[in-house]
């Protein structure tokens, strides 16, 4: 079972930016794929960046522009940049591990980190 402990969240204003932070209990570099998701209030949970093991990375278009997920030296660590944040980025960031096979995906979640945006 894969761990995930996501930080870095917190309050900003419209315009600010944030970097998430997300500890891996294992090598990032031994996992297919690493997910950035979120889930704002009254809202189902939706992926907003994803990096292959491969470094290839792709954004859902409302944030396309403003975030960047990397990684860094410490190869258990995956982050978030957020920058030009808008209130409409308020939610609950989660990051995801995924691991696949011949026959299925496994995806392990974070328990999540608060971001809110004010206007």
């Known amino acids: 079972q894969v761990q995930l402990v996501e930080s870095g969240g917190g309050l900003v204003q419209a315009g600010g930016s944030l970097r998430l932070s997300c500890a891996a209990s294992?090598?990032?570099?031994?996992?297919?794929?690493m997910e950035w998701h979120r889930q704002a209030p009254g809202t189902e949970r939706d992926l907003v960046a994803t990096?292959?093991?491969?470094?290839?990375?792709e954004y859902v278009d409302s944030v396309k522009g403003r975030f960047t997920i990397t990684s860094g030296d410490d190869e258990n660590m995956v982050f978030l940049q957020m920058d030009n944040l808008k209130p409409e980025d308020t939610a609950v960031y989660y990051c995801?591990?995924?691991?696949?096979?011949?026959?299925?995906?496994?995806?392990?979640w974070g328990q999540g980190t608060q971001v809110t945006v004010s206007s």
């Open positions: 995801v591990a995924v691991s696949r096979t011949s026959r299925n995906t496994y995806k392990f």
């Open positions: 294992v090598r990032i570099s031994s996992l297919n794929a």
């Open positions: 990096r292959s093991a491969a470094g290839d990375t």
